[in-house]
């Protein structure tokens, strides 16, 4: 497979998951939260998104089996689907995130949150995730009970499936607080990456603004809520406390970053005894941490390329294709940018990825890198 | 020198119905609307997406009321803008213009009628 003979890694793609399939690995009242749940007494435009992420028809994902058309926008909503997809867009690994999953920090209840936790990743490693085929998974930690969620890691992370730890950028405390210390501690000692992925909850329940619209809502949430993430975990030094933690930004393009990178530097010079750990400048550490390319910000291409050079992109960028959502990036979206060295578009494609998450089946297409 | 190509029957594109096609080396959608046929190619600028295997809409727009409120409603009761099933972007398939952006545009052709055949004309072979 890859991609103009490149190993390619998609670091973010999504598990369209049938509910009530996963209500059987769930215990005690949760199951019937989920396998009886009625589907009704909420209309559409009730449920924080009247907009509709999939804009009423104007993007389409297939369904499996589905005529002609819709083969070309496979989802991906049965285990069948995951290698029909990795062939039709060249991948050769891919890291499956179960899309329900990104909104488990808006549930309040820490006891209902971990046992969706605890389900979730039982259910995708008992027959989505097939690492000798290259699928993985996150283990998604809920930030409201960091000692239960680290006991999780450690309960899953022998699981050749698991490639690492994910987070979402919505958590009730920033990043850098010390209560999230047992989730850092694991996922360090497990060689596990966190990966922060942004997310939001669509107009009407937005958790950062009070927008109308879900165009206004998903352009500045999905990025406010890394920019928190990532101010907190450089300032208060998580790089400087899990030395040899790797941490991941995902889906919220790569534009924001720079700018936040030398204001925090610029805020540091003169504050730095309110940031005492650091030993470094933030835009020193923030080039250690990487970044999920998607969405691939569509601007002039000069201009993108200065985006790149200041965040030293092809030793920090990693390809995600964000695959089945409405603002998904094709593998071309990166690959096929002129400015990038051969070198450059290997690692940010797939390289980066192999080095970053623990894949535990080194499943390199030797064929094509050779 | 520009090419005349035979693309199909007329009557195997219902009202508001397209058919897609290769056609001298191009993919290619002909679309039938109120005032006649019009032929795409099957390529979305964004990211070559097939856009004429998109679904059709009437335009959303909006306007500004005398009250200074917005009121939004449709540009038109057709649905002639095909939407690329990818992400999304609009495109008017009559001028092929994206209604997001007028100078991203899908490739245009011209459509013409001759009895029940329909031919394309493309650019030179």
Redesign the interface.
């Known amino acids: 497979m890859g991609y103009r003979g490149m190993h390619v890694v998609d670091a973010d793609a999504h598990y369209l998951e049938e509910i009530r399939d996963f209500a059987k690995y769930l215990k005690g009242p949760s199951v019937e939260r989920f396998a009886d749940w009625s589907g009704q007494y909420h209309m559409p435009a009730l449920v924080g998104d009247q907009y509709d992420v999939m804009?009423h028809?104007?993007?389409?994902r297939g369904a499996a089996g589905g005529k002609?058309?819709q083969d070309?926008?496979l989802g991906m909503s049965s285990p069948a689907d995951i290698p029909v997809v990795m062939e039709r867009f060249g991948i050769d690994t891919i890291v499956m995130i179960p899309t329900y999953m990104l909104m488990v920090e808006f549930v309040r209840n820490a006891n209902h949150a971990m046992d969706i936790c605890n389900g979730y990743i039982d259910y995708m490693l008992d027959g989505v995730c097939a690492p000798e085929e290259g699928i993985y998974t996150l283990v998604v930690a809920a930030g409201r009970d960091p000692e239960r969620a680290a006991k999780m890691i450690d309960r899953v992370a022998g699981n050749p499936a698991v490639c690492g730890v994910e987070m979402l950028g919505s958590v009730e405390l920033p990043l850098g607080a010390e209560a999230y210390n047992p989730i850092y501690e694991a996922a360090q000692h497990h060689g596990l990456p966190i990966v922060l992925h942004a997310n939001f909850l669509g107009p009407d329940l937005s958790s950062f603004a009070k927008f109308p619209s879900f165009v206004e809502s998903h352009a500045l949430d999905m990025t406010w809520c890394n920019q928190v993430q990532l101010v907190s975990m450089v300032m208060e030094g998580v790089p400087e406390r899990f030395p040899d933690l790797k941490i991941v930004f995902q889906e919220s393009g790569i534009t924001w970053v720079a700018g936040l990178m030398y204001r925090l530097d610029t805020e540091y010079m003169r504050r730095r005894v309110e940031a005492p750990l650091l030993r470094k400048l933030p835009s020193e550490y923030i080039r250690d941490f990487y970044f999920g390319t998607q969405p691939m910000e569509?601007m002039p291409r000069k201009h993108l390329k200065m985006f790149f050079e200041m965040l030293d992109a092809e030793n920090t960028f990693i390809f995600a294709s964000d695959w089945p959502h409405?603002?998904?990036?094709?593998p071309?979206?990166v690959a096929d940018l002129p400015f990038l060295s051969d070198a450059g578009r290997r690692k940010i494609m797939g390289e980066n990825a192999l080095s970053v998450f623990r894949f535990t089946e080194k499943t390199v297409n030797l064929e094509v890198c050779a | 020198m520009a090419r005349r190509l035979w693309a199909a029957r007329a009557s195997e594109i219902g009202p508001g119905e397209r058919i897609r096609l290769e056609l001298g080396g191009l993919n290619l959608g002909i679309f039938r609307l109120s005032d006649g046929f019009f032929a795409l190619e099957d390529k979305c600028p964004?990211?070559?997406g097939?856009v004429c295997?998109?679904?059709l809409?009437r335009e959303i727009t909006a306007y500004v009321e005398d009250d200074g409120r917005v009121r939004e409603g449709y540009a038109r009761d057709e649905a002639d803008v095909v939407?690329?099933?990818?992400?999304?972007w609009?495109f008017e398939v009559r001028t092929g213009e994206c209604l997001a952006n007028r100078r991203r545009k899908v490739q245009r052709f011209p459509v013409e009628v001759d009895g029940e055949d329909l031919y394309v004309i493309l650019p030179g072979g």
């Open positions: 804009l028809g104007r993007t389409v002609g058309d070309e926008m569509d409405f603002d998904y990036d094709e071309s979206a | 964004h990211q070559q097939p295997s998109g679904n809409f939407a690329c099933p990818m992400h999304g609009e």
